[in-house]
C-alpha cells in the first residue's frame, strides 16, 4: 500500500530561498481543522473518538492515523476519531490542539514529494496534566480499541521479559487507590472534570503499561464494554507480550482475591491482538516544514515525513467494533507470526546492522550506509541468514522482499540517521538477531555460528565501546550497564565479550555455543577493524 499521490507534487526537498523563512511566515495563520488547505483529499471529521492511542508519536501520525482516515473516507464513518496520548513530553499537543488535530504527511520519495492533511486525531492528551481525561476516553463506551506505538522500552521490561514492577510501581500503588475508591468510575475519584482533565487526588500516570492498566480497570467500573488493545510496536508476538505484561501488573498490584473481578472481565471482555507495521519515519527538518508551509499557506507544527511505503498486518481477534482498516490498506489475517518475523528479522535487523557498522564507519545516515558496497553485502549476509529461518506468509517472495528493503533504505529524502536507528539496542536485539542466531543454532547444530549475525553483533559491540570511550551517553535503557561494562574491561576484545554475554541480549542461545558464539564475534571484530583500518588509509590523500 502507498500513500495517495493525488496532491500536488513538489519536486525536491528544499525549502525556497527566493524569500527569508522568517520574512515568508510573517502573517500567514497556523494550519486549523477549520481552515484546511483546498486540495484533495479533504481530512476526515471526525464525530467521536473511538480510539485512543498511546504514543503518539511522529510514526503512528504517519501509519496507523493515515490508514484510519483512508479508511475512514472509504466507508464514511466518522465514529473513528482518535485521541492520541503523548508520553514524554507535551510537545505533540501543542503542536497539535492548535491546529483541531489535523497535520500534514509529507511523502518523500525518489520522485519528489507530496503533502496531504490528515484529520483522524480529534485532539492530544498528556498524561503528566490530563490523566483524568485520558482514563475516561479509555472507560467511555463509545471507545473500541486501544492502540499503541511505545517503543520497546516502553513496555517496562525486565532483561527476561517479565514486567520490571518498579518501573510501573507509582501506577500500580495509584491502582490499588483508584480500585478501592468508591468515586466516579471514569476517573476513580469523585469530581472529575473529564472536558478539562482536571480531578482532584488523581495522580498523573507515569508510564504506558501502568496508564494503560489503570484505564483498563476504570472501563470495568464504568460497566465493562468489550475492548481491543492492539499494540503496533516492533516485538516478537507484540500482543501476547503486552497480555502478559497487563497480567503481571494487575498481579502486582490486586494479589489474590483483590485483583480477581478485574482479571476476570480482561479475560472475558479484552483482546490484544498482534500486529506488524511498517513504513520509514524519519524526522522532519526546518527545510521540509518551511517547504510545506510555502504550498499550504499555513505553517504546521505537526508536519510529520515518510517513504511512500506502507504496511500494517493485524490478527483478526477484535473484541468489539473496529475500523474497517482493510478499506485503507491493512490486511487482517489469522496469523500475523510469519509477516512479523520476516519483517524483525529482514527490515529491522539490518536497519540496526547498518546503523552500528554505519556510524563505525563514519556514515550520518542510513542511505549512506546501505550505499557503502562493504555495509551492503553485510546487510545482505544478515538477511540471508535471516531468511534461512523464515516461512513466507501466503504470496510473498522473501528474497525480493530483502532486496526491496535496501532498496528503501537508500533513498537519501527519509533521512534516518544512524545514530537515531542504533538507539536502545539491548531492547531491539533479542528480537532483530537474536531469533535468527539461536533458530540457525538449533537448526545446524554442527555449523559454525552464522557470519551475518556474528558481524552485526561485532558492529552493536564496536558501537557501544566506540561510545563509552568517548564519553558519549549511550542511549540505551541499560546504557550505564553498557558503560560500566567497557570501563570495566581491560581491552577491548574483553568489552566485546562481556556485552555479548549480556543477560538478556541473547534469549534462546544455548549457554554451551555462547563461548563459540562470542569467540567469533571478537574474531569478526579485529577483522572489520582491520577492513576500516585499511578503507581508511587508501582514502587518505
Given at each position: 500500500m502507498t500513500a495517495p499521490t493525488d496532491v500536488p507534487s513538489l519536486p525536491g526537498t528544499t525549502a525556497p530561498a527566493a524569500v527569508p523563512a522568517e520574512a515568508a511566515r510573517a502573517g500567514r495563520p497556523r494550519l486549523h481543522r477549520d481552515a484546511h488547505p483546498a486540495f484533495p483529499p479533504a481530512p476526515v471529521r471526525p464525530t467521536q473518538v473511538g480510539i485512543v492511542h498511546l504514543g503518539i508519536g511522529a510514526f503512528h501520525r504517519a501509519h496507523q492515523a493515515v490508514v484510519t482516515e483512508d479508511a475512514a473516507r472509504a466507508t464514511g464513518e466518522t465514529s473513528w476519531g482518535i485521541l492520541g496520548v503523548t508520553q514524554r513530553s507535551a510537545s505533540v499537543r501543542d503542536q497539535l490542539r492548535p491546529q483541531g488535530g489535523v497535520y500534514t504527511v509529507l511523502t518523500v520519495g525518489p520522485d519528489g514529494a507530496s503533502p496531504r492533511v490528515v484529520g483522524s486525531v480529534t485532539d492530544v492528551a498528556w498524561p503528566a496534566e490530563e490523566t483524568p481525561r485520558v482514563l475516561a476516553a479509555l472507560a467511555a463506551p463509545t471507545t473500541h480499541v486501544v492502540t499503541l506505538t511505545v517503543t520497546e522500552k516502553g513496555y517496562a521490561r525486565r532483561a527476561d521479559g517479565h514486567l520490571d514492577v518498579d518501573a510501573v510501581a507509582a501506577d500500580l500503588d495509584v491502582l490499588r487507590r483508584e480500585e478501592a475508591s468508591t468515586g466516579s468510575p471514569e476517573a476513580g475519584v469523585p469530581g472529575a472534570d473529564v472536558a478539562s482533565g482536571e480531578a482532584a487526588g488523581v495522580a498523573p500516570a507515569t508510564s504506558a503499561v501502568g496508564l494503560l492498566v489503570r484505564g483498563l480497570a476504570a472501563r470495568r467500573r464504568a460497566g465493562g464494554a468489550p475492548l481491543t488493545v492492539l499494540s503496533c510496536d516492533n516485538l516478537a508476538?507484540?500482543?501476547?507480550?503486552?497480555?502478559?505484561?497487563?497480567?503481571?501488573?494487575?498481579?502486582?498490584?490486586?494479589?489474590?482475591?483483590?485483583?480477581?473481578?478485574?482479571?476476570?472481565?480482561?479475560?472475558?471482555?479484552?483482546?490484544?491482538?498482534?500486529?506488524?507495521?511498517?513504513?520509514?519515519?524519519?524526522?522532519?527538518?526546518?527545510?521540509?516544514?518551511?517547504?510545506?508551509?510555502?504550498?499550504?499557506?499555513?505553517?504546521?507544527?505537526?508536519?510529520?515525513?515518510?517513504?511512500?511505503?506502507?504496511?500494517?498486518?493485524?490478527?483478526?481477534?477484535?473484541?468489539?467494533?473496529?475500523?474497517?482498516?482493510?478499506?485503507?490498506?491493512?490486511?487482517?489475517?489469522?496469523?500475523?507470526?510469519?509477516?512479523?518475523?520476516?519483517?524483525?528479522?529482514?527490515?529491522?535487523?539490518?536497519?540496526?546492522?547498518?546503523?552500528?557498522?554505519?556510524?563505525?564507519?563514519?556514515?550520518?545516515?542510513?542511505?549512506?550506509a546501505v550505499a557503502d558496497p562493504a555495509l551492503a553485502a553485510g546487510a545482505r549476509a544478515l538477511q540471508a541468514d535471516a531468511l534461512a529461518t523464515l516461512e513466507a506468509p501466503d504470496g510473498v517472495d522473501l528474497a525480493a522482499y530483502a532486496q526491496t528493503l535496501l532498496d528503501r533504505f537508500a533513498n537519501p529524502a527519509t533521512g534516518h540517521t544512524t545514530r537515531q536507528v542504533a538507539m536502545d539496542g539491548t531492547q531491539k536485539i533479542p528480537f532483530r538477531w537474536g531469533g535468527t542466531l539461536a533458530d540457525l543454532l538449533a537448526a545446524r547444530p554442527g555449523a559454525p555460528a552464522p557470519q551475518g549475525v556474528v558481524a552485526a553483533l561485532a558492529a552493536w559491540a564496536g558501537y557501544v565501546v566506540a561510545e563509552a570511550r568517548s564519553g558519549r551517553t549511550v542511549d540505551d535503557p541499560r546504557g550505564d550497564e553498557l558503560r560500566a561494562v567497557v570501563e570495566d574491561a581491560p581491552d577491548a576484545p574483553a568489552a566485546f565479550r562481556a556485552l555479548v554475554l549480556l543477560p538478556g541480549l541473547l534469549p534462546g542461545v544455548p549457554e554451551g555455543r555462547l563461548t563459540e558464539v562470542v569467540d567469533a564475534v571478537v574474531a569478526a571484530s579485529a577483522t572489520a577493524h582491520r577492513a576500516t583500518t585499511t578503507r581508511n588509509e587508501e582514502a587518505a590523500p
Open positions: 508476538d507484540n500482543g501476547h507480550v503486552l497480555a502478559r505484561l497487563v497480567g503481571e501488573a494487575v498481579d502486582a498490584a490486586l494479589p489474590g482475591a483483590e485483583g480477581d473481578a478485574l482479571r476476570a472481565w480482561l479475560a472475558a471482555s479484552v483482546t490484544f491482538p498482534c500486529s506488524m507495521v511498517d513504513r520509514i519515519v524519519p524526522a522532519t527538518t526546518p527545510a521540509q516544514r518551511d517547504e510545506v508551509e510555502t504550498l499550504l499557506g499555513a505553517r504546521d507544527e505537526g508536519l510529520v515525513v515518510a517513504e511512500p511505503f506502507v504496511q500494517w498486518v493485524i490478527e483478526d481477534r477484535f473484541a468489539g467494533p473496529r475500523p474497517a482498516w482493510e478499506r485503507g490498506g491493512a490486511t487482517l489475517t489469522s496469523d500475523v507470526a510469519p509477516y512479523e518475523r520476516a519483517k524483525l528479522r529482514l527490515l529491522n535487523g539490518a536497519h540496526s546492522y547498518l546503523a552500528y557498522a554505519g556510524s563505525l564507519a563514519g556514515h550520518a545516515t542510513i542511505a549512506e
